[in-house]
């Protein structure tokens, strides 16, 4: 089996909001056997999360939440252009950003990645 690291290259807004959402997963929600259920996800999941936590000054500082909040509204204005248009759980996404519809499928490549490039 080929162990070749792969190297994912994210912001550091994209970083820190992902941290903040892994960290609410792992370690709040107990429950994630409920929100995963399998276990061989587990250990990329607690591989991303621990690779963030070394890497993010952010996630130690008292201004945390007003940090988190800064970053989610930049990410959400690249996205959607401004506004806070994030569409909740189970609406339509019919208009939403390609991003969003690659990962519903909907998008021209139907969620099929770039591999082999």
Known sequence: MDEEAITIRLTRDQAFVLSDWLYQVILQS???EGIVRDRAVWSPIY??????????SEIFMHDYGPRLEAAKER???????????????????????????????????????????
Not at 47 to 56: E, M, P, R, Y
């Open 30 to 32: 107990d429950d994630l």
């Open 47 to 56: 591989a991303i999360s621990g690779t963030l936590d070394k890497t993010l």
């Open 75 to 117: 990410l959400r204005a690249d996205l959607y252009g401004g506004a806070d248009e994030s569409t909740a759980p189970g609406q339509d996404m019919t208009d939403a950003p390609q991003a969003h519809q690659i990962e519903r499928g909907t998008a021209g490549n139907h969620g099929e990645s770039d591999r082999g490039r």
